[in-house]
């Protein structure tokens, strides 16, 4: 029961930890527990990792990597529609670690847990309820 709790919260505040460093909650560029300290240095590193994309989508996917880890996070920490957002979660962090491990190699992937965070999030979905969350209430609710 608190196993699933955990995941939930650790995958939503390593998203919301990325999101806080790439707009500068975590320090400036170069500081001890900033990676990259700013939107810009992000785009830079997103750019990188997209480097087959054409030009022009840059920021886009920049702005849509952010906005899909601060939805999921959101939906995690609540606890709604649960088994779609672990899904969705671990997706994502699939498509990182491939686009990572094909920019900078697989090094880089284990250093960040990558892989890890998607097997916990493929594991997650697998649960068929989820203690303290919007789901359990709204499912109580039904049964009323």
Not at 25 to 41: C, E
Not at 103 to 115: D, E, M, P, R
Not at 127 to 143: C, E, G, P, Q, V
Request: contains cysteine; proline residues 1%.
């Amino acid at each position: 029961m608190y196993s699933q709790l955990f995941v939930r919260v650790a995958v939503a505040t390593a998203f919301l930890s990325a999101v806080a460093d790439r707009l500068g909650f975590w320090g400036a560029p170069g500081t001890a527990n900033a990676s990259w300290g700013n939107w810009a240095n992000f785009v830079t590193y997103s750019n990188q990792l997209n480097f087959f994309a054409p030009a022009s989508m840059a920021s886009l996917l920049a702005i849509a990597a952010t906005v899909l880890e601060v939805v999921l996070a959101i939906l995690l920490l609540i606890g709604y529609r649960t088994r779609l957002a672990a899904l969705l979660s671990g997706g994502l962090l699939i498509i990182f670690a491939l686009t990572m491990t094909i920019s900078f190699g697989i090094k880089v992937t284990l250093n960040y847990s990558v892989w890890v965070g998607a097997s916990a999030c493929f594991l997650l979905s697998t649960f068929r309820s989820f203690a303290f969350s919007l789901d359990a209430y709204l499912a109580l609710l039904r049964k009323k």
